[in-house]
């Protein structure tokens, strides 16, 4: 029977969807690196003027959504779906952005992967026929996700450097089904993946071989070469997980170009104090929405792979002795004309 | 633009999906209720052999979807996509229950609403031509969700007359592009609804608004009156909550017949001592797949609107003084031939 499905995990759309509009909310760290001049909102103290760190995550979700909505020209009642989910327990960020909105929700969690994840099931409702108009959606805080998954700020706790900085920042997409791009062609979908990390100060180590696995598939399912791409571009990974995406890839004989992740991108390692970069759902999503899009408006990039990638870290597991599963979904975006493909 | 979409919240399948196969498991407590001859595996102490509740969830899982895989004659790897998420953080019975299992995954987190979530998105993704076979599952397991959501068993709490009784079980369902049904028609689905309950003791009252919401967008957007299901079933509003939906519709001169919830049907509360009834994200999983799809195949039901219903519930948001959003997905099941339709 006939599918959009090439090979295992990648489908081709028919009517490749576009992106109409994104936006995005960041930090005070977030604004001070090198991709500040790209963000719509950045927030002055991170309390986005709000009583806790819980409800000033689901303030950034709301200026995110509000400024990608603003550039497409939509009101909220002409979204057909909201795709979304963070990172915090039950994904309260996203339930309480929402909870005024009044458009039909999908509830996610990829953790990190939640922006590739939620574009990907964007694209394939859009395509499919089940609507006009898409939004995709993801958030994470620094201060949050520290008092989740590690301490609370008031603890002083010390990182390792393999550690990373969890992103404070929301970013949104609107997808549509009709659009001058850029357009998504591609979606590959990662599968759980556990190569047996079990440091949760590591996490680039343990989503590294979901990417590996990820991009070997679309590759694969494709038939295109890395070298099709303008960018490559992993979630937040941060620098050592890119290394290691960079060593698998070596050991298949291939040397990748035009790779990066956006854990590097987001902060100026030498200047910031980062660890090993940046993480969190937030990461990719604000530097696919601040700098990657506005770069394919600008016709600087023209074909990128956007990877996210996710640990399925809990805590509850890793103090049972469980190893870090992983998972990557890509999307490939392009701005070359889809008109009568 | 022609869509497959009919009214703001409902989309009408061209190529209704069937269900290819399901399968459950379920704990001891589920094992003695009204429906216990209803489910493929139940467990002797709750534990499935392992040495937490949380992996006890996950092995729950992985016997769930065997079974789903055995009745509808498939491998895991003929799998296009699972679709799955459950109530702990991070979704990890869900995230450690597919790591051996190499297919791409898409993870949810609608909290008691996702067997409907898992569903609808499945369907849709079969119906927009994404694959020939997609898995839809969700799990909850007593004891992990009381040490998560309220106090480990160990504190011995005592709980009021409106709170429900934590499902230990999981389901999960094969959908197929093609095959004899019975046939998935229509999707509706839910925006986040709050009325303003605080009371993390009665998620019945506060998931109840949602299901109205929902039911009354299935019936509005269709054109369908109640009376056209022989059954309409919420996924576990419990008995208060059942009361209150009924309530709802009555206030808009709707008698609402045939009409039940699966928090309701799962336990006796007159030998169980369940207090409002049963709760969870396994709870409308395992009364579908076990007793209600049975029900379908014995030619007893034709149509069935499944219900899931999701509180958004957050122990951390309820300490911030949040009231707690709920969610609702429909979906439409017939048994009624739809080929060629």
Not at 86 to 92: K, P, Y
Not at 293 to 301: D, P, S
Request: overall charge neutral; glycine content about 12%; proline content about 4%.
């Amino acid at each position: 029977m006939d599918t959009k499905k090439i090979g295992q995990q990648t489908v081709r759309f028919a009517a490749p969807p576009s992106i109409a509009g994104y936006g995005n909310a960041v930090g005070k760290k977030e604004g001070q690196g090198p991709l500040a001049s790209y963000f719509d909102y950045t927030g002055q103290d991170d309390s986005f003027s709000e009583k806790s760190w819980e409800k000033a995550e689901t303030a950034m979700q709301k200026m995110a959504l509000n400024y990608a909505l603003e550039k497409a020209g939509l009101q909220p009642g002409q979204l057909d779906y909201i795709f979304a989910g963070d990172l915090l327990n039950q994904c309260i960020a996203t339930s309480y952005s929402l909870r005024a909105r009044n458009v039909p929700f999908f509830g996610l969690y990829g953790a990190c992967s939640t922006m590739a994840e939620s574009m990907s099931l964007g694209a394939m409702l859009l395509d499919g026929g089940f609507g006009t108009h898409i939004a995709a959606m993801t958030s994470s805080h620094f201060c949050s996700a520290e008092r989740q998954y590690r301490n609370p700020l008031e603890y002083g706790g010390q990182k390792p450097p393999t550690a990373q900085w969890t992103t404070t920042g929301s970013g949104a997409v609107i997808l549509s089904r009709e659009g001058k791009g850029p357009y998504l062609t591609h979606v590959t979908t990662g599968k759980v993946i556990d190569k047996g990390i079990t440091d949760a100060n590591n996490m680039g180590a343990a989503m590294a071989p979901a990417a590996f696995s990820t991009l070997r598939a679309h590759f694969r399912d494709t038939g295109r070469s890395p070298s099709f791409y303008d960018l490559i571009v992993t979630g937040d990974l941060g620098s050592l997980g890119k290394e290691i995406v960079l060593d698998f890839f070596a050991q298949d004989g291939i040397k990748l170009k035009n790779y990066d992740d956006c854990g590097v991108l987001l902060f100026d390692p030498q200047r910031q104090d980062v660890h090993a970069g940046a993480s969190g759902c937030g990461c990719s999503a604000v530097v696919l929405t601040g700098y990657l899009l506005r770069q394919m408006a600008l016709g600087k990039l023209k074909n990128l792979l956007f990877c996210g990638t996710g640990a399925l870290h809990s805590p509850t597991a890793t103090m049972q002795g469980e190893s870090i599963p992983g998972i990557c979904h890509a999307v490939a975006i392009t701005t070359q004309s889809q008109e009568g493909s």
